[in-house]
C-alpha cells in the first residue's frame, strides 16, 4: 500500500487504484477506481454542481 498526493491527474489515472478524496467541508471519500473513474462518478452523485467551485466555511476559533 502506497499514499501518493499529486494534482497531476494523467499520473493519478494510471497509478491509481484508489482514490482517497478530501472534498467540501471535512468530508473524506473512499473510491475504488482510478481518477477519471471517481470524476465521473462524482459528477453523475452531485450533477451540475460538481464542477462548480464552492466557497470554503470556516470553523469560528474559539480560545481557552
Known sequence: CV????H??????RIATH??????DSQVRWFE?????YE?????????SADQPKRIK????SRK
Open 19 to 24: 482514490v482517497l478524496a478530501f472534498e467540501g
Open 58 to 61: 470556516y470553523k469560528p476559533l
Open 8 to 13: 497531476d491527474r494523467w499520473f493519478l489515472d
Open 33 to 37: 477506481g482510478n481518477f477519471s473513474d
Open 40 to 48: 465521473v462518478w462524482r459528477k453523475k452523485e452531485l450533477g451540475i
Open 3 to 6: 499514499v501518493v498526493i499529486s
